[in-house]
């Protein structure tokens, strides 16, 4: 069987929990339902109908969509989609959080906000040895501001570099550009809040 239902008996599948989660992702990643559909390969209408719980999803379809948001498929079966209802809009457990892996550049990122609807965005990013954001950088679409919890961290904003440290913290106004790198031979770990959602 290919509906998702059938993939966790423990864990009923909510058609409806899960349109949020896709609308929410979507959103945050400024996208429209049609721009969405388009990457997908689906209408825009089943797109709609999906974000509204009317119409089930099946894992293929759940892929294509994953694709489209530049996410894996586990990410909609992780953190709040299995949290108790009751907790689900306002408490991330640790072991429930929602985990993005970019292996390629080496980056771990931990969704700390119970989901992303809201007007901010609460992230725990791990940095490898060697890892770095990019020299482009990317134009920041709102404030962001983050706090090292440990490790070490290059800063560079408009061609400057800044060495942080445990326990330092920095902000970023919206528009401008930075990247971040790790040239230690530890983990940095940094807690960011961002406003408005960009995940």
Not at 49 to 67: W, Y
Not at 85 to 105: A, F, P, T
Not at 130 to 149: F, M
């Amino acid at each position: 069987m290919s509906d998702i239902a059938a993939t966790d008996k423990k864990k009923p599948y909510d058609p409806l929990e899960l349109g949020y989660q896709i609308r929410d992702l979507r959103q945050a990643k400024r996208m429209t339902l049609t721009e969405l559909a388009e990457k997908a390969g689906r209408s825009t209408g089943n797109i709609s109908e999906i974000e509204r719980g009317k119409t089930a999803v099946t894992i293929p379809v759940l892929e294509e969509i994953s694709s489209a948001l530049d996410v894996e498929i586990n990410w909609f079966f992780q953190g709040q989609a299995t949290a108790p209802k009751s907790e689900r809009q306002y408490i991330v457990r640790k072991d429930n959080r929602r985990v993005l892996q970019m292996k390629n550049v080496g980056l771990t990122e931990e969704l700390l906000s119970p989901n992303l609807s809201g007007t901010l965005e609460f992230l725990l990013t791990t940095y490898e040895p060697g890892s770095e954001t990019g020299e482009a950088g990317r134009v920041r679409k709102g404030d962001e501001a983050g706090l090292i919890i440990s490790g070490v961290l290059d800063l560079i904003i408009d061609d400057e570099t800044f060495t942080l440290t445990t326990g330092d913290s920095f902000a970023l106004p919206k528009g401008g550009r930075h990247y971040c790198k790790n040239s230690s031979d530890a983990p940095t770990v940094i807690a960011w809040v961002i406003t408005p959602p960009t995940y």
